[in-house]
C-alpha cells in the first residue's frame, strides 16, 4: 500500500539558517503529494501541493519538488523563523482518497 | 477558505460512558469526511472514510461497533465513541473534501481524555 517516510526530529535550528525536511513516497498509482503544518495548540493547515512530476509547490518562503526519479517531496526554506516552530507533515493521495501521512518532523528554531 | 470545525474541542468523561464528536462543513458541502487518530507525537492515522448517506469505510484494526459515524448531511458527520475505555484517549480529527475540489480540509481536533 502507499506509505509516506520522513526524516526523524526534532531538528533544531538557528534563525536564518536553512531547512530541508527529506520525504520519500511509495505508491501505486500517480499521487499528489502535500506538505501539511501543525503549530502548537491548533489543527494541521495545507501549506503546500505538487500533484504531479516536477511540479514545484510553495507558500510562506518554504518550497518541495515532486521528483517522481527519486519519489522524492522533500521541504526546503532559504532562511527559518521562530515562528516556523511547528510539526511538519509529508503526506500523500490517490484520487480522492484520504491523505496518507508520514510520522511528523518537529522543528524547533531558536532565537 | 474552506473551515471545518468540531464540537467539542475538549471532552473528559468516565470509562463505560460514550461520547459524539461533531464536524462540520461551515462553508462547503463535503461529499466524502475522514476520521483520524492521533497518538501523541505521532502521525495521523485514518480510523473511516465516511460517505454522506451511505455506510462508513473502516481502516482495518478499527472497531465499527465502538466508533461509530453518520454522516446525515453534506455539512455534518458524527463520531460516537461507545463504552469508552482509557485507551480511547487520543486525539480526534476529522477533514473533509470539498466536493468541487480536491483539497483535503482539517478540523481544529477535539481531545478526549477518559477516566
Known amino acids: 500500500g502507499d506509505s509516506v517516510t520522513q526524516m526523524e526530529g526534532p531538528v533544531t535550528l538557528s534563525e536564518e539558517a536553512f531547512l530541508t525536511i527529506n520525504c520519500t513516497y511509495t505508491?501505486?498509482?500517480?499521487?499528489?503529494l502535500f506538505w501539511y503544518v501543525q503549530y502548537p495548540g491548533e489543527g494541521l493547515q495545507l501549506l503546500l501541493k505538487a500533484t504531479k512530476a516536477d511540479d514545484k509547490g510553495s507558500n510562506k518562503g518554504f518550497e518541495a519538488t515532486y521528483r517522481k526519479e527519486t519519489t522524492s517531496f522533500h521541504l526546503e526554506k532559504g532562511s527559518v523563523q521562530v515562528s516556523d516552530s511547528a510539526v511538519y507533515f509529508c503526506a500523500l493521495r490517490e484520487g480522492r482518497r484520504a491523505l496518507t501521512f508520514g510520522s511528523g518532523t518537529r522543528l524547533q528554531v531558536q532565537p | 477558505g474552506a473551515v471545518v470545525s468540531q464540537h467539542p474541542s475538549r471532552v473528559i468523561c468516565k470509562s463505560g460512558t460514550s461520547v459524539k464528536i461533531e464536524c462540520r462543513s461551515l462553508?462547503?458541502?463535503?461529499?466524502?469526511m475522514f476520521w483520524y487518530r492521533q497518538f501523541p507525537k505521532q502521525s495521523l492515522m485514518l480510523m473511516a472514510t465516511s460517505n454522506e448517506g451511505s455506510k462508513a469505510t473502516y481502516e482495518q484494526g478499527v472497531e465499527k461497533d465502538k466508533f461509530l459515524i453518520n454522516h446525515a448531511s453534506l455539512t455534518l458527520s458524527t463520531l460516537t465513541v461507545t463504552s469508552a475505555h482509557p485507551e480511547d484517549s487520543s486525539f480526534y480529527i476529522c477533514?473533509?473534501?470539498?466536493?468541487?475540489?480536491?483539497?483535503?480540509?482539517f478540523g481544529p481536533g477535539t481531545r478526549l481524555l477518559v477516566l
Open positions: 505508491a501505486t498509482g500517480y499521487p499528489s
Open positions: 477533514s473533509a473534501i470539498r466536493t468541487d475540489q480536491e483539497t483535503q480540509y
Open positions: 462553508d462547503f458541502q463535503a461529499t466524502t
